[in-house]
Protein backbone atom coordinates (compact mmCIF):
# COMPACT_ATOMS: atom_id res chain seq x y z
CA UNK A 1 0.00 0.00 0.00
CA UNK A 2 1.46 3.74 -0.66
CA UNK A 3 0.35 5.06 2.66
CA UNK A 4 3.48 2.19 4.00
CA UNK A 5 6.30 3.67 2.22
CA UNK A 6 7.85 6.39 4.23
CA UNK A 7 8.52 9.49 2.74
CA UNK A 8 10.93 12.30 4.24
CA UNK A 9 11.79 15.42 2.70
CA UNK A 10 14.77 16.65 4.55
CA UNK A 11 15.32 20.65 4.94
CA UNK A 12 16.53 22.28 2.27
CA UNK A 13 18.57 25.88 2.20
CA UNK A 14 16.61 28.95 2.53
CA UNK A 15 16.11 30.23 -0.77
CA UNK A 16 16.76 33.80 -2.06
CA UNK A 17 15.27 33.61 -5.91
CA UNK A 18 14.96 37.07 -8.29
CA UNK A 19 16.69 39.20 -10.03
CA UNK A 20 18.99 41.65 -7.67
CA UNK A 21 19.01 39.10 -4.53
CA UNK A 22 22.59 38.79 -4.65
CA UNK A 23 22.72 42.38 -3.46
CA UNK A 24 21.64 40.41 -0.06
CA UNK A 25 24.75 38.42 0.04
CA UNK A 26 26.51 40.29 3.18
CA UNK A 27 22.50 39.81 4.86
CA UNK A 28 23.10 35.77 4.11
CA UNK A 29 26.72 35.87 5.80
CA UNK A 30 25.09 37.39 9.11
CA UNK A 31 22.72 35.08 8.92
CA UNK A 32 24.50 32.17 9.11
CA UNK A 33 26.77 33.95 11.94
CA UNK A 34 29.43 34.97 10.37
CA UNK A 35 31.34 38.29 9.85
CA UNK A 36 34.18 36.99 7.02
CA UNK A 37 33.23 35.33 4.14
CA UNK A 38 35.52 32.86 2.06
CA UNK A 39 34.36 33.12 -1.74
CA UNK A 40 35.26 30.21 -3.63
CA UNK A 41 35.13 30.88 -7.62
CA UNK A 42 36.68 30.69 -10.64
CA UNK A 43 39.52 32.56 -12.38
CA UNK A 44 37.54 33.26 -15.63
CA UNK A 45 34.75 33.64 -13.49
CA UNK A 46 36.54 36.42 -11.69
CA UNK A 47 37.47 38.00 -15.00
CA UNK A 48 34.08 39.10 -15.54
CA UNK A 49 34.26 41.24 -12.09
CA UNK A 50 31.26 39.25 -10.44
CA UNK A 51 33.30 37.84 -7.22
CA UNK A 52 35.08 41.25 -6.83
CA UNK A 53 31.67 42.80 -6.95
CA UNK A 54 30.32 40.54 -4.40
CA UNK A 55 33.16 41.06 -2.16
CA UNK A 56 33.17 44.63 -2.50
CA UNK A 57 29.44 44.94 -1.27
CA UNK A 58 30.78 42.41 1.34
CA UNK A 59 33.48 44.17 2.65
CA UNK A 60 31.22 48.05 2.77
CA UNK A 61 29.22 46.32 5.48
CA UNK A 62 31.99 45.55 7.58
CA UNK A 63 32.95 42.11 6.61
CA UNK A 64 36.28 40.79 5.82
CA UNK A 65 36.73 38.62 2.73
CA UNK A 66 39.23 36.29 1.16
CA UNK A 67 38.80 35.17 -2.71
CA UNK A 68 39.90 32.05 -3.25
CA UNK A 69 39.86 32.17 -7.45
CA UNK A 70 41.58 28.40 -8.25
CA UNK A 71 38.78 26.31 -9.14
CA UNK A 72 39.40 24.18 -11.99
CA UNK A 73 36.71 22.52 -14.11
CA UNK A 74 36.32 18.66 -12.48
CA UNK A 75 38.30 19.81 -9.32
CA UNK A 76 40.80 17.51 -8.01
CA UNK A 77 42.05 16.37 -5.01
CA UNK A 78 44.84 19.31 -5.13
CA UNK A 79 42.64 21.95 -6.11
CA UNK A 80 40.78 20.95 -2.97
CA UNK A 81 44.56 20.68 -0.39
CA UNK A 82 45.16 24.30 -2.14
CA UNK A 83 41.84 26.00 -1.00
CA UNK A 84 41.92 24.13 2.54
CA UNK A 85 45.45 25.90 2.93
CA UNK A 86 43.87 29.02 2.29
CA UNK A 87 41.23 29.07 4.22
CA UNK A 88 42.88 27.83 7.04
CA UNK A 89 45.61 30.96 7.13
CA UNK A 90 42.33 33.04 7.11
CA UNK A 91 40.46 31.28 9.71
CA UNK A 92 36.98 30.69 10.39
CA UNK A 93 34.21 31.94 8.06
CA UNK A 94 31.06 31.49 5.72
CA UNK A 95 32.51 29.64 3.11
CA UNK A 96 30.63 31.08 -0.12
CA UNK A 97 30.30 29.12 -3.55
CA UNK A 98 30.02 31.81 -6.32
CA UNK A 99 29.63 30.02 -9.80
CA UNK A 100 29.07 26.82 -11.11
CA UNK A 101 29.14 23.07 -10.05
CA UNK A 102 32.84 23.00 -9.87
CA UNK A 103 33.05 26.54 -7.72
CA UNK A 104 29.94 24.42 -5.58
CA UNK A 105 32.28 21.39 -5.34
CA UNK A 106 35.31 22.89 -3.72
CA UNK A 107 33.16 25.00 -1.52
CA UNK A 108 32.03 22.05 0.24
CA UNK A 109 35.08 20.32 0.30
CA UNK A 110 36.77 22.97 1.81
CA UNK A 111 33.80 24.17 4.24
CA UNK A 112 34.87 20.69 6.00
CA UNK A 113 38.16 20.05 5.41
CA UNK A 114 39.55 23.72 5.81
CA UNK A 115 38.18 23.35 9.82
CA UNK A 116 39.58 19.01 10.39
CA UNK A 117 43.07 17.73 9.57
CA UNK A 118 44.08 15.58 6.27
CA UNK A 119 43.94 16.30 2.91
CA UNK A 120 42.05 15.14 -0.66
CA UNK A 121 40.49 11.98 -0.19
CA UNK A 122 40.31 11.89 3.82
CA UNK A 123 37.36 13.85 2.77
CA UNK A 124 35.25 11.10 1.57
CA UNK A 125 31.64 11.74 2.50
CA UNK A 126 32.48 8.47 4.13
CA UNK A 127 34.80 9.44 6.15
CA UNK A 128 33.37 11.15 9.84
CA UNK A 129 35.17 14.28 10.49
CA UNK A 130 35.23 15.43 14.23
CA UNK A 131 34.55 19.30 13.05
CA UNK A 132 31.07 20.05 11.68
CA UNK A 133 31.83 22.32 8.37
CA UNK A 134 31.60 25.81 7.92
CA UNK A 135 28.51 27.60 6.91
CA UNK A 136 28.06 27.51 3.87
CA UNK A 137 25.93 29.86 1.22
CA UNK A 138 25.56 29.25 -2.30
CA UNK A 139 25.84 31.93 -5.07
CA UNK A 140 25.28 30.11 -8.44
CA UNK A 141 25.93 31.79 -11.72
CA UNK A 142 25.05 29.02 -14.30
CA UNK A 143 21.57 27.10 -14.31
CA UNK A 144 22.53 23.50 -14.61
CA UNK A 145 24.37 21.43 -11.40
CA UNK A 146 21.32 21.88 -8.79
CA UNK A 147 24.77 21.47 -6.67
CA UNK A 148 22.91 24.60 -3.86
CA UNK A 149 20.20 21.76 -3.26
CA UNK A 150 22.33 18.64 -1.80
CA UNK A 151 25.15 18.28 0.46
CA UNK A 152 27.78 16.40 -1.84
CA UNK A 153 30.79 17.57 -4.14
CA UNK A 154 32.60 15.72 -6.69
CA UNK A 155 36.48 15.76 -6.79
CA UNK A 156 38.84 14.14 -8.96
CA UNK A 157 41.48 11.88 -7.08
CA UNK A 158 44.48 12.83 -9.24
CA UNK A 159 45.62 9.05 -7.60
CA UNK A 160 43.21 6.69 -9.05
CA UNK A 161 41.50 8.96 -11.48
CA UNK A 162 38.32 8.63 -10.23
CA UNK A 163 35.50 10.47 -8.70
CA UNK A 164 34.94 10.52 -5.22
CA UNK A 165 32.44 12.34 -2.82
CA UNK A 166 33.18 14.92 -0.35
CA UNK A 167 30.23 15.63 2.46
CA UNK A 168 28.73 15.46 5.54
CA UNK A 169 25.21 16.61 6.40
CA UNK A 170 26.58 19.93 7.57
CA UNK A 171 27.70 20.76 4.00
CA UNK A 172 24.21 21.58 2.94
CA UNK A 173 24.66 24.70 2.46
CA UNK A 174 22.54 26.98 4.56
CA UNK A 175 21.25 29.51 1.91
CA UNK A 176 20.85 29.62 -2.25
CA UNK A 177 20.78 32.93 -3.75
CA UNK A 178 19.65 33.11 -7.06
CA UNK A 179 20.22 36.00 -9.19
CA UNK A 180 19.43 35.05 -12.73
CA UNK A 181 21.11 38.52 -13.76
CA UNK A 182 24.84 36.60 -12.95
CA UNK A 183 23.69 33.87 -15.49
CA UNK A 184 23.73 36.43 -18.32
CA UNK A 185 26.96 36.27 -19.15
CA UNK A 186 27.63 32.69 -19.87
CA UNK A 187 28.57 31.67 -22.81
CA UNK A 188 25.91 29.44 -25.19
CA UNK A 189 28.09 26.48 -24.92
CA UNK A 190 28.06 26.89 -21.30
CA UNK A 191 24.46 28.13 -21.17
CA UNK A 192 23.15 24.86 -23.39
CA UNK A 193 25.73 21.90 -21.69
CA UNK A 194 24.44 22.91 -17.47
CA UNK A 195 21.03 23.16 -19.16
CA UNK A 196 21.05 19.44 -20.26
CA UNK A 197 22.84 18.93 -16.74
CA UNK A 198 19.56 20.10 -15.46
CA UNK A 199 17.20 18.29 -17.82
CA UNK A 200 19.12 15.15 -17.00
CA UNK A 201 18.53 15.83 -13.32
CA UNK A 202 14.99 16.11 -13.67
CA UNK A 203 14.82 12.66 -15.83
CA UNK A 204 16.71 10.67 -13.82
CA UNK A 205 14.94 11.48 -10.59
CA UNK A 206 12.28 10.71 -12.39
CA UNK A 207 13.48 7.50 -13.63
CA UNK A 208 14.80 6.46 -10.33
CA UNK A 209 14.51 3.56 -8.23
CA UNK A 210 12.89 4.96 -5.92
CA UNK A 211 10.69 7.89 -7.26
CA UNK A 212 8.08 9.86 -4.80
CA UNK A 213 5.39 12.03 -5.97
CA UNK A 214 7.07 15.03 -4.85
CA UNK A 215 10.45 14.77 -6.92
CA UNK A 216 7.96 13.80 -9.66
CA UNK A 217 5.44 16.90 -9.70
CA UNK A 218 9.16 18.88 -9.19
CA UNK A 219 11.15 17.08 -11.98
CA UNK A 220 8.19 17.17 -14.84
CA UNK A 221 7.87 21.00 -14.51
CA UNK A 222 12.09 21.91 -14.19
CA UNK A 223 12.08 19.59 -18.03
CA UNK A 224 9.03 21.41 -18.89
CA UNK A 225 10.42 24.88 -18.21
CA UNK A 226 14.21 23.90 -19.38
CA UNK A 227 12.56 22.58 -22.74
CA UNK A 228 11.06 25.70 -23.30
CA UNK A 229 13.16 28.57 -22.85
CA UNK A 230 17.01 26.54 -23.38
CA UNK A 231 16.76 27.47 -26.83
CA UNK A 232 16.18 30.91 -26.27
CA UNK A 233 18.52 31.56 -23.27
CA UNK A 234 21.18 30.02 -26.24
CA UNK A 235 20.11 31.86 -28.83
CA UNK A 236 19.65 34.74 -26.66
CA UNK A 237 21.90 35.15 -23.43
CA UNK A 238 20.57 38.56 -22.97
CA UNK A 239 17.22 37.37 -22.61
CA UNK A 240 16.39 37.92 -18.28
CA UNK A 241 12.97 35.86 -18.84
CA UNK A 242 14.36 32.81 -20.38
CA UNK A 243 17.83 33.03 -17.65
CA UNK A 244 15.37 33.65 -14.90
CA UNK A 245 12.94 30.39 -15.83
CA UNK A 246 16.24 28.14 -16.01
CA UNK A 247 17.62 29.16 -13.06
CA UNK A 248 14.67 28.09 -11.11
CA UNK A 249 14.12 25.45 -12.78
CA UNK A 250 17.81 23.98 -12.36
CA UNK A 251 17.37 24.37 -8.41
CA UNK A 252 14.31 22.65 -8.86
CA UNK A 253 15.84 19.86 -10.59
CA UNK A 254 18.11 19.75 -7.89
CA UNK A 255 15.43 19.69 -5.02
CA UNK A 256 13.69 16.42 -7.18
CA UNK A 257 16.90 14.08 -6.80
CA UNK A 258 17.78 15.68 -3.50
CA UNK A 259 14.36 14.21 -1.93
CA UNK A 260 15.94 10.90 -1.85
CA UNK A 261 15.50 9.65 -5.86
CA UNK A 262 19.15 10.70 -6.59
CA UNK A 263 20.05 9.95 -9.75
CA UNK A 264 21.23 7.59 -11.84
CA UNK A 265 23.63 5.86 -14.01
CA UNK A 266 23.65 8.69 -16.66
CA UNK A 267 25.49 10.60 -13.91
CA UNK A 268 28.10 7.39 -12.85
CA UNK A 269 29.10 7.18 -17.13
CA UNK A 270 29.22 11.39 -17.00
CA UNK A 271 31.42 11.48 -14.05
CA UNK A 272 33.39 8.48 -15.30
CA UNK A 273 34.12 10.25 -19.00
CA UNK A 274 34.73 13.46 -17.56
CA UNK A 275 37.78 11.71 -15.36
CA UNK A 276 39.28 9.89 -17.87
CA UNK A 277 38.87 12.93 -20.83
CA UNK A 278 38.33 16.00 -18.92
CA UNK A 279 34.89 15.97 -21.10
CA UNK A 280 32.46 18.86 -20.47
CA UNK A 281 29.73 17.02 -17.75
CA UNK A 282 26.54 17.97 -19.41
CA UNK A 283 27.51 17.24 -22.89
CA UNK A 284 28.72 13.85 -22.05
CA UNK A 285 24.93 13.77 -20.49
CA UNK A 286 23.38 14.71 -23.48
CA UNK A 287 25.14 12.11 -25.74
CA UNK A 288 24.14 8.84 -23.47
CA UNK A 289 21.04 10.02 -22.16
CA UNK A 290 18.67 9.03 -25.13
CA UNK A 291 20.44 5.76 -25.04
CA UNK A 292 20.14 4.70 -21.48
CA UNK A 293 16.25 6.00 -21.91
CA UNK A 294 15.77 3.43 -24.74
CA UNK A 295 17.64 0.86 -22.61
CA UNK A 296 15.28 1.71 -19.85
CA UNK A 297 12.29 1.75 -21.46
CA UNK A 298 10.60 -1.64 -20.44
CA UNK A 299 11.27 -0.77 -16.90
CA UNK A 300 10.27 2.84 -17.26
CA UNK A 301 7.94 3.71 -19.84
CA UNK A 302 5.53 5.08 -17.96
CA UNK A 303 7.36 7.72 -16.66
CA UNK A 304 9.00 8.44 -19.53
CA UNK A 305 5.31 8.91 -21.08
CA UNK A 306 4.46 11.23 -18.16
CA UNK A 307 8.04 13.02 -19.21
CA UNK A 308 6.47 13.38 -22.90
CA UNK A 309 3.46 15.52 -21.78
CA UNK A 310 6.05 17.62 -19.83
CA UNK A 311 8.00 18.06 -22.88
CA UNK A 312 4.85 18.50 -25.24
CA UNK A 313 4.78 15.73 -27.25
CA UNK A 314 2.53 13.60 -25.64
CA UNK A 315 -0.73 12.56 -27.29
CA UNK A 316 -3.25 10.36 -25.43
CA UNK A 317 -4.37 8.81 -28.46
CA UNK A 318 -1.03 7.18 -28.63
CA UNK A 319 0.66 4.25 -26.37
CA UNK A 320 2.20 5.01 -23.33
CA UNK A 321 5.29 2.51 -24.79
CA UNK A 322 4.95 5.75 -27.89
CA UNK A 323 4.50 8.59 -25.73
CA UNK A 324 7.68 7.58 -23.89
CA UNK A 325 9.40 7.24 -27.27
CA UNK A 326 8.56 10.59 -27.89
CA UNK A 327 10.06 11.81 -24.74
CA UNK A 328 13.09 10.22 -26.09
CA UNK A 329 13.00 11.72 -29.10
CA UNK A 330 12.35 14.78 -27.93
CA UNK A 331 15.26 15.08 -25.53
CA UNK A 332 17.61 14.07 -28.14
CA UNK A 333 16.36 17.32 -30.60
CA UNK A 334 16.55 19.79 -28.01
CA UNK A 335 20.00 18.66 -27.34
CA UNK A 336 21.01 18.76 -31.22
CA UNK A 337 18.82 22.21 -31.33
CA UNK A 338 21.32 23.89 -28.20
CA UNK A 339 24.53 22.62 -30.01
CA UNK A 340 25.29 19.63 -27.87
CA UNK A 341 27.88 16.70 -29.57
CA UNK A 342 25.90 14.03 -30.59
CA UNK A 343 28.37 11.08 -29.53
CA UNK A 344 31.63 10.76 -26.90
CA UNK A 345 34.07 10.12 -29.82
CA UNK A 346 33.64 13.82 -30.48
CA UNK A 347 34.18 14.59 -26.98
CA UNK A 348 37.59 12.83 -26.93
CA UNK A 349 37.02 9.49 -25.68
CA UNK A 350 38.33 6.91 -27.41
CA UNK A 351 37.70 2.67 -28.03
CA UNK A 352 39.88 1.57 -25.63
CA UNK A 353 38.51 3.51 -22.80
CA UNK A 354 35.41 2.72 -23.08
CA UNK A 355 35.40 -0.57 -20.73
CA UNK A 356 37.45 1.20 -18.23
CA UNK A 357 34.59 3.77 -18.36
CA UNK A 358 31.96 0.92 -17.70
CA UNK A 359 33.54 -0.32 -14.63
CA UNK A 360 33.44 3.09 -13.41
CA UNK A 361 30.64 4.00 -14.09
CA UNK A 362 29.32 1.00 -12.25
CA UNK A 363 31.73 1.82 -9.17
CA UNK A 364 30.39 5.13 -8.67
CA UNK A 365 27.70 5.24 -6.11
CA UNK A 366 25.40 7.39 -8.01
CA UNK A 367 24.69 4.02 -10.23
CA UNK A 368 22.53 2.76 -7.39
CA UNK A 369 19.84 5.06 -8.17
CA UNK A 370 19.25 3.01 -11.43
CA UNK A 371 15.40 1.64 -11.79
CA UNK A 372 17.51 -1.56 -11.85
CA UNK A 373 21.51 -2.13 -11.00
CA UNK A 374 23.20 -2.64 -14.39
CA UNK A 375 26.12 -5.14 -15.60
CA UNK A 376 28.72 -4.46 -16.97
CA UNK A 377 27.59 -5.36 -20.61
CA UNK A 378 24.56 -3.18 -20.42
CA UNK A 379 26.66 -0.48 -19.10
CA UNK A 380 29.25 -0.83 -22.29
CA UNK A 381 25.82 -1.47 -24.21
CA UNK A 382 25.00 1.92 -24.00
CA UNK A 383 28.40 3.36 -24.13
CA UNK A 384 28.60 1.83 -27.66
CA UNK A 385 25.45 3.28 -28.95
CA UNK A 386 26.56 6.99 -27.68
CA UNK A 387 29.78 6.68 -28.82
Known sequence: ??????????????????????????????????????????????????????????????????????????????????????????????????????SMDVAKGVAIAGVNEGSGRDFDYRNEQPVPALAIIAVPTTSGTGSETNAFGVIDDLETHEKFYVGHESVLPRVAIIDPALTVGLPARATASTGLDALAHAIESLAAKNPNPFATAVALEAASTIATWLPIAVEDGTNLEARSQLALAAHLAGVAFASGTGLGLGHGIAHAVSAATGAVHGEVLAAVLPHLMRSNLDLRDGAYARLGTALGVGDPSRSTRENARAAIDAVATLASRVGAPATLAEQGLVAHQLDLVAVAALRDEVTLNAPAFPTVAEVRAVLDAAF
Open 1 to 102: MFGERPLSIAPLPALWFGLGQSERLAEAVRLVGASRAFLVTDAALRHTGIPDALAKGLRATGIDVEIFDRVVANPTTDTLNAAAEVLRAFGRAAVVAVGGGS
